[in-house]
């Protein structure tokens, strides 16, 4: 292999054309990142040379060992993201995408760049991982309904109830918000899943109306103790009226017995309340 030496500066070009084996690109780049200038072109011509290892370790490891050094342009991460796609391990790709999000935040020059990228992956775990990254850095409106649209198509009820639950943590789910979360919600077939996520929307302080309604129309397919407990916690938000209070009552009719006088109940407290 040629020494490290041998590649100075922006000349790892020319080195990933040379170099067949993707172990030996793999270890002259993370050596040369070490003396390779810092200007924008030099990162760059880094990027491209990578673009050629096919290994999905080998190239996850280049590009880390160099955005460890901090992060880059819109220009230079929406070629690395578009490189990305070629990763085939869920894994591997999840942890590119995870380190990327802990040292730059998503906006409108890599937003979408970055969406397309983890539509790639293919596991639920892993796509879960890399869409909760999203949320540990500070993120606007536009990212987090990009974020839930993701979400959408997680397929375990597991992991995208999960992950709304980590939305609740730190955002309300009102205004622009609302209807691509409820589309998560309306995915999720485990009556439990559901219940548990509608339960904690209610509860959320601040609470209007029209997300009291939708957390009400999308209990659809729920009954027994899930529904009930839901409908009981709306109850406990606000006196219910007008509309409102009809959906609760067409709600309050998919039960019988114990778990329907347990719902009415808590209505008659509620209105007690006024």
């Known amino acids: 292999m040629p020494g490290a030496r041998a590649v100075p500066g922006v000349r790892v070009a020319q080195a990933s054309r040379e170099i067949k084996s993707d172990y030996e690109l793999a270890q002259l780049l993370i050596a040369a990142s070490d003396r390779l200038p810092a200007d924008e072109a030099s990162r760059a011509a880094y990027f491209s040379a990578a673009s050629s290892i096919s290994s999905d370790y ?6 880390s060992t160099m955005l460890k050094k901090g992060p880059v342009s819109a220009q230079t991460l929406t070629g690395i993201l578009a490189n990305a796609t070629s990763i085939e391990s869920d894994y591997e790709l999840s942890e590119l995408l ?3 999000l802990s040292q730059q935040t998503l906006d409108d020059k890599n937003r979408d760049a970055f969406f397309r990228t983890v539509t790639t992956i293919g596991s639920d775990y892993e796509r879960h991982r890399a869409l909760k990254a999203v949320l540990d850095r500070p993120a606007d409106n536009a990212t987090l309904e ?40 309306a995915g999720l077939s ?3 899943e559901k219940g548990r996520i509608l339960q904690a929307v209610v509860k959320k302080p601040g609470v209007s109306d029209d997300t009291l309604r939708d957390a009400l129309r999308s209990s659809r397919g729920m009954s027994g103790y899930e529904l009930s407990q839901l409908l009981i916690a709306v109850a406990a938000a606000r006196p219910l009226t007008g509309d409102l209070r009809e959906t609760y009552l067409d709600a309050a009719d998919r039960l019988s017995g114990y778990d329907q006088s347990q719902v009415l109940s808590a209505l008659v407290r509620s209105e007690r309340r006024r």
Do not use: C, M, W
Request: charged residues 20%; hydrophobic residues 50%.
């Open 58 to 63: 080998e190239l996850r490891r280049v590009y």
């Open 98 to 100: 995870r380190q990327i």
């Open 146 to 185: 990009g974020v839930l649209a993701l979400a959408a198509t997680i397929s375990s009820d597991y992991e995208a109830a999960t992950f709304l639950h980590e939305v609740l943590k730190q955002n309300a789910v009102e205004g622009a918000l609302r209807a691509p979360f409820f589309k998560v919600v």
């Open 190 to 192: 485990s009556g439990y």
